[in-house]
């Protein structure tokens, strides 16, 4: 086995995620993986009412740079959203129920893989996505969500957990969630006025139950995926979105745009969510901020940033439109 060099880690672990009900033996297995590397693993256990952002700058006051977290997606948001724009670098060992940044960021699901992973996987750069409304600015690593995903979020993720008393609640709102008129304002010089139950605006390429937004969809140049699901009833929206792993980007009915700023308006006013937390309603201003955290990832080095300014003009992308 290769001889790594000792290095102090800041493990943050969620005790409650997914996989994470193995506790303590999760745990166990996650800090000897680390050990077998050479890491010397901080464990700090999240707890309801903890301060992750001073546990986070009490770490980088004393010069710690690696921060492991161990646990769902929300987990891992939370953490990264403390870290854009700081000298620290993430890593990643899932332990969620759906795992869909480390699936979109080639981590794999193993924990001593995904650990390995932490001395031989790529330093990437990774974009962030940032939206604004409701008098919060809130950053976002995976999409944010207008409409009727965003109205069931909170019952379904219940229900995925276990918890059946939703059931009802996702009855009722499927029964009257409203059509609206949907008016996308892209990139401050293209106006687009569409009708349906669901936009989309992605930053990595998969949420949800797996649902992969985009075939092919780079982390880190500056531009944002959007989708507006029309044509679909609510019942389509829910049995052949939400709950499909297809790669397929063909289906008319979904309209797809890409853009580094945009504004959603809607009639009438939509729920607005990005990475599950709350934005009130519509409207919503987004924007990306390119390159923003540092992730360890699985992806070969040719999906890795390497022509400099030409990667950022983005040229052949958008040629392809």
């Known amino acids: 086995m290769e001889s790594y060099p000792a290095e102090r880690v800041k493990l943050i672990f969620n005790p409650i995620s997914g996989r994470a009900n193995a506790f303590p033996t999760l745990l166990q297995e996650v800090v000897a993986a680390l050990q077998t590397l050479n890491f010397i693993p901080e464990v700090y256990l999240i707890e309801p009412n903890g301060d992750l952002k001073a546990v986070i700058d009490d770490a980088l006051r004393r010069r710690i740079h690696l921060f492991v977290v161990c646990g769902g997606d929300g987990t891992t948001e939370t953490i990264a959203r403390l870290l854009v724009a700081k000298h620290a670098t993430l890593g990643i ?178 729920p607005v969510q990005a990475d599950g937390t709350s934005l009130g309603t519509t409207p919503i201003s987004i924007s990306v901020k390119r390159r923003a955290i540092s992730i360890l990832t699985g992806l070969p080095a040719q999906r890795q940033p390497r022509w400099g300014f030409l990667r950022n003009l983005n040229i052949l992308r958008f040629f392809k439109k």
């Open 93 to 270: 060992v899932p332990a969620g129920t759906q795992n869909n940044i480390a699936l979109s960021l080639g981590i794999p699901s193993g924990i001593k893989q995904a650990v390995t992973l932490l001395r031989t996987g790529q330093h990437s750069k990774v974009d962030v996505g940032l939206a604004q409304g409701g008098g919060e600015k809130i950053p976002f690593l995976e999409v944010c969500s207008v409409g009727l995903f965003s109205a069931l979020f909170s019952s379904a993720d219940n229900l995925q957990k276990g918890d059946l008393t939703g059931i009802g609640d996702i009855l009722s709102t499927l029964t009257s969630f409203p059509l609206a008129d949907i008016h996308l304002l892209l990139d401050k010089n293209q106006n687009i006025e569409l009708k349906g139950h669901v936009a989309l605006v992605a930053n990595l390429p998969y949420f949800g139950l797996n649902y992969r937004v985009t075939p092919d969809s780079p982390f880190d140049d500056g531009v944002l995926d959007v989708l507006v699901f029309t044509e679909f009833s609510k019942l389509e929206l829910v049995g052949n979105v939400l709950q499909t792993t297809s790669k397929e980007a063909g289906d008319q009915r979904i309209r797809r745009y890409r853009a580094r700023r945009l504004e959603i308006r809607t009639n009438p006013a939509m």
